[in-house]
């Protein structure tokens, strides 16, 4: 999971932010002004700072802000100058936006705001719906408003073509201060500031609702922010029926705001349509004369907290009842409270105003359980420690025992003089030097600090209890720990304290001393807060020092992420556990603990032990005898024949030693039959591939053999547990493999692919798959199941494996095997967890009548009123569980507005009758309508993979390579699932996760792409035309041009793939292209040639050979859509090939190929005249789609 | 590079050769020829060595023999500790194969255990994987296993069958992530000069403070003779299967994956060699 961010202020008013991976608060060096109130999402903070102006940060990402700006150049054709810009005084201006209604000369464009920058001059776009125009972009129409067509005609009289520019945000990283351009409507300054309601509505994309609280009471929202626009336009007043002081604002349609008597206002009416919401309803506060101060919202909760400081949480929110029931009061004491993503909550304590985090906040339990401190230091304050910490890196020394804080490091300073004056000296020089000047702080008020001061003189005044510390009910400290551990330090503080000498010079020395001592590593409030109020204003003039526990202001956790497996180092801090995150941050593919010498001690000294105790007495007798195992249950079988249902039936497996000593193993199914007693039996080594099939009625897999692939009929069985199943299969892929010799993580050579349900495979490849004429037919390769769920991988020879989630993450593969449930073989390390969110759709259908308009009541011939898309299955809301018991539910049902066609305001789409094509708008003609609902699940798992954050993808490929190339920089190129083309950079075989992502401009969004062998990079934008980057090598690794290549007549091309030299692509009606005439001198290639049909996918490698996911294909027992197939034939000089051989399938979605640079050994054979494959092309079908299931259960 | 679940097959398959010779003390009918066998190192004497016994009972009259025990240069041998570690504590840098006496009378009742069937060496196994299971995890995994799950570990150190028995035990070295490790690590330290039979205390695999503890923290809290500074000369070994892993290496992953399969860690500290 990639990290994000807690923002928090401190009393002075200085930003920081915490990183949920991270250990320490750094501070927002940037912020020039202090801030009182931050409020954060995932993309950028808001804040107000003490100018009282509002303040934005946008993360800084590595696919830029764009916006195209556009506009048309409209020419009338006379006889005598032919087209020019002369229009008839009836026609459009000469320029105008693409109505014609508007004039849009290029000079009235001008950049919003300072913070834009133009980034090249205006051009003409020559791509007209995905064809290029070659003529100057120009579109020909016999008058305007008309058809516009590409070629010029007899009748064409009025032509005219866009002209685009693209302006660029380039305020990133950095506050800058949103003008306040209504002055005279904006009379006093803001005081509150919140931001959400992301999840109201997809678009416009990044579309957030900033609501605002004037010095005065009143209720502001700032309009029009979205992706394209992250300042937002606009302020628009929201009447209150009082004077407001805080409001807040949840990622859905949640707003809450406190009034000055101490009473909530809750925001009704909220919606796709309306962010501002239409009323409010008035909830009183929790505790009658005790008024509410502060009120923070989630998307299902509330929380606040009165002004006795006590917490409370509201209980029923959701969106349907946004007020809630009633009040819960919960512990602690607060100052304030935030919620972030996932209802997480944060709080300030009123004692210590330390940062809290309520822990164990999960969807059945909203409440949490207890307040956990944060406690971790600023970042200058571990200067020290993380400079001995980087050095003991680089000595090697990567595990705990030896690696303690500073005190270590001052012990080995004691040995060696110069380094004591490193570790010692140097390091706090630099804090003083960043310290600003003394100073009172401005933020706050006068009163807030001296109640700061009385409450640290109420902990002078009880220092002998423990002060406060990591959870309320148990207070513990750790720093006097720390100050035991850092006593050898003392030796040092005479050269020490003359550093910071001048500012201590009113204190009495031993206090100095321990304080020093104890300093650098940790916060030592207990010795300063001994001195007076004077010192602590001293105290204050250095304000990155060590003595102070931070104080905290406000604290937003819009844009912190955690969920329940996150791990936060945030509670207590120790360097082995940073040093471990830092380690695994820095190198995806080699852990520390792979590497280290005990390991490989350990390694070497067994195998030689066991040469040392065995080599020489291999023929002594083994004192136990091997014998064969057999281990039997009972399960459930898919009958083979007619009337197929599930049959009760014994199961055993038989493992015994093989011939070569490897073991061996086979499987008996025992059933009866008409009262005889029968069995079936399956050799081990024979089995290709086991496949789990989970859904919510039944545990089942199904066992393939080359045989079975050929009838598309596999062996399915079903056990009673998932345990049960799981054993099973964990103990089946083990034989499977030991019977094959597999084991281990996979080659780099591995042919990966993906089922539709996300299930990864992987197979080895042998010297013979790519022979030609006589390869290994491709039904017989075994795979085996690596952890994780995917919807897209890819592969080079280099080991360099990617992946693409439902959810668009993109996940890098560790070099690992296994995960995925416990017992698979796997590896120890380099499994981690992984989770994938997808959609669950059901339509809501209706018909009209006269009477009563659209009703649910449908014809007695009508599908059920809740439906799947096709109408056969009844689906309400109620009976619709997630695809598989891994899945959980994580949203409720919502409309979906994002459907093919579009839909109305209300989600609906109309059509004639069911079923038809659907659109829209309602028109006289139609009777019906339906709508889709969606629900998102997830599910978590464990396999080999490790997020690549933060860009969400759509697309991924990487360099193919030759048998024995060394490519230092693999290139690989990814689309991010906005269509934004992107390059990685820092990819090589051992960071195989790579550094980061440089954008590629482009004027449209893409879908696909594909680098060959030379770089030859080739794409597909999401109108469905072809384009071709040019000059691409490994020095200029984004290229310098796009080459637009025109689609094969009347198609829309959907996916692109690129080998050696061959490029194929694919059309969204399934027909297979492939590229004629393509050279090195013209890279381009000449024309398209159809290949086959009924293709979804290709996969074309680094030999040329040509692999795709083909639907409908035909096996003796039954029809397979989704089957890995591979074209034969395809020898160099004949790269198209000449037929067909079927594979594994079908419920397969993906596959790639581009690791196998194995060369097949070269043998001569009289030619190919007779061959036993098929010479058949794909064969079509009309018969009715399966269901994409693997096996079609 | 090798992967950690090979470390778990080589300790699993790791044989030390031995040479069983009849003591001169016993009597028989003919001279016994000295019997040669491949021992499991994470295996028990006596549920290994049927076939000695039946080696020698042809030699023998019925009514000389009593229970055998077996000895090695005048140290009776516990069948109840695993062979490995007899070995390693007797018998290391000493010549292969190792030269065991056979003995059918005289039972030394004062340091060796009756072992009357394999029942015994079970009962005995399955109450240390208990004892062990207790410190790690206090015993929740080992009593939320069925009596088959018991006897799945039990028959796979019986029969020698890797899989059959990491199926199983693999969930006695599950922890929870954020724990770091077990609860306490199960280890014994076995000394050959001392008369206690061995050292064993609760130890956890990470410090109060969050850092990783390797074996040397161990020993430095347990046997700190057992480490020396850089200058002086080698006293000890610290064995462990064999081997002498660096003291860096975290006791965590020693536990995982060099845990004898009743899940103790069994170290041998002997004298170093003086060569």
């Known amino acids: 999971m990639p990290s994000s961010l807690l923002w928090a202020v401190d009393v002075y008013g200085r930003v920081y932010s915490l990183s949920t991976s991270g250990q320490q608060w750094e501070h927002c060096r940037d912020a020039h002004l202090e801030f009182k109130r931050v409020a954060a999402v995932q993309q950028c903070c808001w804040s107000i700072a003490c100018d009282h102006n509002i303040y934005l940060y946008v993360h800084a990402s590595e696919v830029p802000i764009r916006y195209q700006e556009e506009t048309y150049e409209n020419q009338r054709w006379n006889p005598v100058d032919g087209f020019s810009d002369r229009l008839l005084p009836s026609d459009r201006w000469q320029w105008s936006d693409v109505t014609g209604l508007k004039h849009q000369p290029l000079v009235d464009f001008q ?174 506060s929790p505790s009658p004369g005790v008024g509410v101060v502060h009120v923070a919202v989630g998307v299902n909760v509330v929380w606040a907290v009165t002004k006795d400081h006590k917490v409370w949480f509201r209980r029923g929110v959701n969106s349907h009842n946004p007020c809630g029931s009633g009040w819960i009061g919960m512990v602690g004491e607060m100052v304030m409270i935030n919620v972030g993503l996932n209802d997480q909550v944060w709080a300030i304590g009123f004692e210590d105003r330390a940062v809290y985090f309520r822990q164990g906040v999960t969807a059945s339990e909203l409440s949490g359980k207890a307040w956990k401190v944060v406690s971790v230091p600023r970042d200058s304050e571990r200067s020290h420690s993380s400079a001995s910490a980087s050095s003991l890196q680089s000595a090697g020394c990567f595990f705990g025992g030896e690696v303690r804080l500073q005190s270590q490091a001052s012990v080995l300073s004691d040995a060696d003089p110069e380094t004591e004056r490193a570790g010692g000296e140097v390091v706090p020089t630099p804090e003083i030097g960043d310290a600003p000047k003394p100073r009172i702080p401005k933020v706050t008020s006068d009163s807030f600090i001296s109640e700061l001061v009385s409450d640290r003189e109420g902990q002078i005044s009880r220092r002998d209890v423990p002060p406060a510390g990591p959870s309320i009910p148990e207070e513990d400290h750790p720093e006097k720990e720390l100050e035991d551990r850092a006593s050898p330090a003392q030796v040092l503080s005479p050269s020490q304290s003359g550093g910071v000498d001048p500012q201590w010079s009113n204190v009495d020395l031993e206090e100095a001393q321990t304080h020093l001592t104890s300093g650098p590593g940790g916060d030592a409030a207990e010795t300063s807060s001994l001195s007076s109020v004077a010192t602590y204003n001293l105290a204050l003039e250095e304000p990155y020092g060590p003595d102070e526990h931070p104080k905290w202001a406000w604290v937003t956790g819009g844009g912190c992420l955690v969920e329940c497996h996150t791990q936060l180092n945030w509670f207590n801090t120790s360097i082995s556990t940073a040093l471990n995150s830092s380690m695994q941050a820095m190198s995806l593919s080699i852990t520390p603990a792979q590497t280290a010498a005990w390991r490989k001690q350990i390694f070497e000294q067994l195998s030689e032990r066991s040469k040392r105790e065995m080599e020489n007495f291999m023929h002594f007798e083994q004192a136990i005898e091997q014998s064969v195992w057999v281990k039997k249950g009972t399960m459930q079988w898919w009958r083979d024949w007619k009337p197929h249902k599930w049959v009760d039936v014994q199961f055993a497996l038989e493992q015994f030693s093989g011939a070569e000593g490897n073991k061996d193993g086979i499987l008996f199914i025992y059933y009866t039959f008409n009262d005889e007693k029968k069995y079936l039996h399956v050799f081990i080594n024979e089995v290709t591939i086991l496949v789990p099939v989970l859904n919510d009625s039944k545990h089942t897999f199904a066992i393939y053999t080359a045989e079975r692939t050929k009838q598309r009929w596999p062996m399915r069985l079903a056990a009673a547990t998932e345990l049960e199943m799981h054993d099973w299969l964990a103990l089946l892929s083990v034989s499977c493999c030991d019977s094959r010799g597999i084991q281990g993580p996979p080659s780099k050579q591995a042919i990966w692919s993906v089922t539709c349900k996300g299930d990864i495979f992987v197979s080895e490849p042998t010297k013979e798959l790519e022979a030609s004429p006589y390869p290994t037919p491709c039904d ?27 959810d668009h993450t993109a996940w890098v593969h560790t070099g690992g095997y296994g995960g995925f449930f416990q017992g698979l073989a796997s590896s120890t390390d380099n499994i981690y967890t992984q989770t994938d969110v997808k959609c669950v759709y059901i339509y809501e259908n209706q018909r009209w009548n006269p009477v009563t308009g659209y009703t649910n009541r449908g014809l007695p011939t009508d599908r059920y009123m809740w439906s799947d898309a096709s109408g056969l299955k009844e689906c309400t809301k109620n009976n619709t569980k997630p695809p598989s018991p891994n899945w959980t539910w994580v949203s409720d049902w919502t409309i979906d507005y994002a459907v093919p066609g579009g839909t109305d305001r209300e989600g609906w789409q109309y059509a004639a009758d069911f079923p038809a094509s659907y659109h829209g708008n309602k028109t006289l003609k139609d009777f019906v309508r339906r709508r889709r609902w969606a629900r998102k699940c997830k599910l978590t798992t464990t396999g080999p993979w490790q997020e690549v954050p933060p860009i969400p993808l759509s697309d991924i490929t990487i360099l193919p390579c030759g048998p024995k190339s060394t490519v230092e920089q693999v290139s690989l190129w990814a689309i991010s699932n906005k269509g934004d083309i992107l390059c990685r950079l820092g990819v090589t075989s051992l960071t195989p996760g790579g550094s980061s992502w440089l954008h590629v401009g482009t004027d449209q969004p893409f879908k696909s792409i594909s680098i060959g062998a030379v770089h030859q990079v080739w794409a597909i934008a999401k109108d469905g035309s072809a384009f071709y980057r040019g000059s691409v090598s490994a020095q200029n690794p984004a290229g310098d041009c796009w080459y637009h290549i025109p689609s094969p007549t009347g198609q829309k091309l959907k996916q692109v793939s690129v080998g050696r030299t061959s490029v194929y692509t694919v059309d969204e009606n399934g027909n297979l292209w492939y590229r004629h005439g393509v050279t090195p001198s013209y890279p381009q290639g000449s024309s398209w040639e159809h290949i086959s049909n009924n293709v979804r996918k290709v996969s074309v490698g680094p030999l040329d050979q040509v692999w795709v996911i083909a639907d409908k294909v035909q096996g003796s027992h039954s029809l397979s859509c989704g089957t890995v197939c591979r074209r034969l034939g395809v020898l160099p000089m004949e790269p198209k090939g000449h037929s067909w051989d079927y594979g594994i399938g079908g419920g397969w979605d993906h596959i790639t190929v581009r690791g196998n640079a194995m060369e097949a050994p070269r043998i001569l054979m009289p030619s190919l005249t007779d061959t036993q494959t098929a010479t058949r092309p794909l064969q079509t079908n009309n018969q009715p789609e399966m269901n994409g299931n693997p096996v079609g259960c | 590079m090798a992967d950690d679940k090979d470390v778990l097959r080589d300790v699993w398959f790791g044989r030390i050769p031995a040479c069983f010779t009849l003591s001169p003390e016993e009597t028989t009918e003919r001279e016994a020829e000295p019997y040669y066998l491949l021992l499991p190192r994470v295996s028990y004497l006596t549920l290994v060595t049927d076939k000695v016994k039946k080696h020698f009972l042809r030699v023998m009259k019925a009514e000389d023999v009593e229970e055998m025990w077996l000895e090695y240069e005048g140290t009776p041998l516990k069948w109840h500790y695993p062979i490995g570690v007899l070995f390693d504590l007797h018998a290391s840098n000493t010549a292969l194969p190792w030269n065991v006496t056979v003995h059918f009378k005289n039972f030394p009742e004062d340091d060796l255990l009756h072992c009357a069937s394999n029942s015994v060496i079970e009962a005995h196994f399955m109450s240390c994987i208990k004892e062990a299971d207790a410190l790690k995890h206090k015993g929740q995994v080992i009593n939320d296993m069925q009596k088959k799950d018991h006897k799945q570990l039990w028959m796979g150190l019986q029969n020698d069958k890797f899989d059959q028995f990491w199926a199983m035990n693999r969930k006695l070295m599950e922890y929870p992530t954020e724990e770091g490790g077990f609860r306490y690590i199960p280890f014994r330290i076995y000394q050959t000069m001392s008369d206690r039979p061995f050292i064993q205390k609760l130890f956890r695999p990470v410090s109060p403070e969050g850092h990783t503890l390797t074996l040397g923290d161990l020993l430095k809290e347990l046997f700190p003779a057992a480490i020396c500074a850089e200058d002086e000369p080698k006293r000890f070994q610290v064995v462990i299967h064999g081997i002498e892993p660096l003291l860096e290496t975290p006791i965590q992953w020693l536990s995982e994956h060099l845990s004898h399969p009743d899940n103790f860690l069994h170290i041998s500290i002997i004298p170093a060699p003086s060569d």
């Open chain 1, 111 to 284: 950049l919003p705001s300072e913070n834009w920058e133009w980034e090249a001059d205006w051009y003409v776009d020559e791509n007209f719906g995905g064809e290029p125009t070659e003529k100057g972009g120009w579109t020909y129409a016999i008058d305007f408003p008309a058809t516009y067509t590409k070629d010029k005609k007899w009748n064409s009289c009025v032509r005219r073509r866009r002209w685009i520019r693209y302006r660029r945000y380039k305020a990133q990283d950095t506050w800058v201060k949103i003008p306040s351009e209504q002055t005279e409507s904006l009379p006093d300054p803001f005081n509150d500031i919140t931001c959400g309601g992301w999840e109201i509505t997809e678009e416009p994309r990044g579309c957030l609702a900033l609501w605002a609280v004037s010095l005065q009471g009143k209720v502001w929202v700032r309009c029009g922010i979205n992706h394209h626009n992250p300042e937002g336009s606009v302020w628009e007043e929201v009447p209150v029926p009082g004077e407001v002081v805080q409001i807040s604002c949840g990622p859905g349609d949640l707003v809450w705001a406190v009034l000055w008597e101490g009473h909530l206002l809750v925001r009704e009416g909220i919606g796709r349509d309306c962010l501002k919401g239409s009323s409010w309803v008035t909830v009183e």
């Open chain 1, 780 to 806: 017989q390769m075994f795979w085996r199941q690596v952890g994780g769920h995917l919807r897209i991988i890819e592969s080079n020879s280099l080991g360099v494996v990617w992946g693409i989630g439902y």
